[in-house]
């Protein structure tokens, strides 16, 4: 079956610090790819998603480039500010039917000081 | 627009008790998904719903859990007997259809469950 893998966390950076976040994922097909983030208090909410191999989705400042060779789908960001503190999910979907599901990873505290 | 919602956005029961648990989808969305999210297990799949074909069921964790969806729209969720693994914050989905592989799922502020 399907699963994601991420990072075991919890992260502390400081403000302006590059930010990685590591997602490996196993599949069968062609998934879509996602990283939703959960802000205090707040609803789960799509950051940002691939659909196909090489995509790059990209919001808010942060990236994640689809990559099939190595079943990755690396969370990145050029300098995190206080406010990009949040829980990430890393998440898969198939394409039809019962895989229209999404798999999520075990998600990721991220905690930025100033 | 209005988003997905539910309610209760809290519920406290005892154990042994049943609930129901309610999802108001985004209109016009075919596609409604339910999910769990508690501490030991991160978010966890349980059923879903796509037009009036059959619900899959492949993710509840047993036969005390029970869903369904009236109209195409709102849907509920049932937990029978309830236990004290039953305690997590339930999740409703919905999407436009599930055809597309890059559909978003919007999701609704979620019910909290305790089960003392």
């Known amino acids: 079956g399907n699963s994601v893998t991420q990072m075991e966390g919890p992260v502390t950076l400081s403000e302006e610090a590059f930010l990685t976040i590591n997602c490996t994922y196993t599949?069968?097909?062609?998934?879509?790819l996602f990283w939703y983030v959960q802000y205090p208090g707040e609803g789960l909410q799509l950051l940002l998603k691939?659909?196909?191999?090489?995509d790059k989705g990209s919001n808010k400042g942060f990236e994640a480039t689809y990559r099939k060779e190595t079943t990755s789908f690396h969370l990145e960001k050029g300098s995190v500010q206080v406010s990009d503190s949040a829980v990430y999910f890393c998440?898969?979907?198939?394409?039809?039917?019962?895989?229209?599901?999404?798999?999520f990873g075990k998600g990721i505290t991220l905690s930025v000081r100033p | 627009g209005a988003g997905v919602s539910q309610s209760p956005s809290n519920k406290v029961t005892e154990k042994g008790k049943d609930v129901e648990l309610r999802c108001d989808p985004i209109?016009?969305?075919?596609?409604l998904y339910w999910y769990r999210q508690s501490l030991g297990q991160g978010l966890e799949f349980l059923i879903y719903?796509?037009?009036?074909?059959?619900?899959?069921k492949s993710g509840l964790p047993s036969d005390r859990f029970s869903a369904e969806r009236t109209g195409g729209s709102v849907s509920t969720l049932t937990i029978q007997r309830t236990q004290q693994e039953d305690s997590a914050v339930y999740l409703c989905?919905?999407?436009?259809?599930?055809?597309?592989?890059?559909?978003?799922?919007?999701f609704g502020p979620g019910t909290r469950l305790t089960v003392l």
């Open positions: 989905a919905s999407s436009l259809a599930s055809g597309s592989n890059g559909d978003e799922q919007f």
């Open positions: 599949a069968t097909g062609y998934p879509s």
């Open positions: 691939a659909t196909k191999a090489d």
């Open positions: 998440a898969l979907k198939g394409v039809t039917g019962a895989n229209s599901k999404l798999t």
């Open positions: 209109s016009g969305h075919t596609a």
């Open positions: 719903f796509q037009g009036n074909s059959a619900p899959d």
